[in-house]
């Protein structure tokens, strides 16, 4: 199974200031179509996960530009560019190039 | 949309059977997913099917006890799960795709 590795796993951030999650796998995460299915979710407290990001990069609908994916085989980064109250929670990266999918273990976003 | 059902109590080895009715996509068109959240923990990629039910894939711990199913009739999905373990305990979401669109989740309790 493909392990996802995010780091750090907790993130106090200043209001406005930005933030970073890293997020690597034990294998590379290039389909054989040549794409990368490397996803990022948010999940705010006591709320269902929500996709930010897809295919590494790929903003989904009605996410803020303040929020960008970027990396490439095995290495990848969730950048927020200024933290906001409502960003508060748990990142997750997750990749569905290979069965089973798997998640990270999960980025706690707080306020400073 | 996505709307779970069918979580509750179970006693260990016992049975329960989750459904998930879409609504507002062409559900015929999309693999559908089960993921779970233990308490207090991360995300788990429980199970996926094809857009006609002819493929299906299941994470390892479930395997065997588990079965997803879909009535494209009915635009629902759904997880018979059998000989349930007090690790099954968890809030289970029904996700469409590679997460695109989550449910609210429905909660499953393994205990005697």
């Known amino acids: ?112 | 949309q996505l709307v779970e059902s069918g979580g509750g109590l179970a006693q260990p080895g016992g049975s329960l059977r989750l459904s998930c009715v879409a609504s507002g996509f062409t559900f015929s068109s999309y693999w559908m997913n089960w993921v779970r959240q233990a308490p207090g923990k991360g995300l788990e990629w429980v199970a996926r099917i094809n857009q006609d039910g002819s493929e299906k894939y299941y994470v390892d711990s479930v395997k065997g006890r588990f079965t997803i199913s879909r009535d494209n009739a009915k635009n629902s999905v759904y997880m018979q799960m059998n000989s349930l373990r007090a690790e099954d305990t968890a809030v289970y979401y029904c996700a469409r795709g590679f997460g695109i669109i989550w449910g609210q989740g429905t909660v499953v309790i393994v205990s005697s």
Not at chain 1, 28 to 35: A, E, Q, R, T
Not at chain 1, 49 to 77: C, Q
């Open chain 1, 1 to 112: 199974d493909a392990v996802m590795t995010q780091s750090p796993l907790s993130l106090p951030v200043t209001l406005g200031q930005p933030a970073s999650i890293s997020c690597r796998s034990s294998q590379s995460l290039v389909y054989s179509d040549g794409n990368t299915y490397l996803n990022w979710f948010q999940q705010r407290p006591g709320q269902s996960p929500r996709r930010l990001i897809y295919r590494v990069s790929n903003r989904d609908s009605g996410v803020p530009d303040k929020f960008s994916g970027s990396g490439s085989g095995t290495d990848f980064t969730l950048k927020i560019s200024r933290v906001e109250a409502e960003d508060v929670g748990v990142y997750y990266c997750a990749q569905g190039s290979r069965w089973p999918y798997t998640f990270g273990q999960g980025t706690k976003l707080e306020i400073k």
